[in-house]
């Protein structure tokens, strides 16, 4: 985990931030235009997911860029996508957690598997969008 934190280090989180704000608004806007009701929580949870996955990818986009260490933790990230892929797939389902507990009045536990459920799709995403820029590390050793 620490590998995946320190490639996380230079994420892109403006970007992540903008990014999961325009899309969790967008769903809002999307459900009060189109029939039936608006969703805070799915625009959130969406929110989160787009968020993260655009912090992940940002951070291994560039593998030269950063420091020694933020360069060989973001070719490690590279060459075991799924084991980095774990690290934004458990910051989302904690991050979603509060808002399936608090927004959508959720029990202690229907709210963890419901996190739970949206953490594991980040996983997913992630690990395979991780996979297909695994070319990057591979030929840089």
Known sequence: ???????LRGAPWKAAA????????????MGMILPGPADLTWALCLGISVFTWVAAV???????????VTQQARHWSLRH?????LYPGVAAAILMYPVQLVIDRESVF??????LWGGALVYLITGLLALTMRGR?????
């Open 58 to 68: 940002g951070a291994i986009t560039k593998p030269d860029r950063g420091d020694r």
């Open 18 to 29: 903008v990014s999961g704000g325009a899309v969790a608004a967008t769903s809002i806007l």
């Open 1 to 7: 985990m620490s590998l995946a934190g320190a490639a």
């Open 81 to 85: 996508p799924w084991r980095f892929a």
């Open 110 to 115: 229907g709210a963890a598997l419901d996190a």
């Open 137 to 141: 590390a591979q030929g840089k050793g």
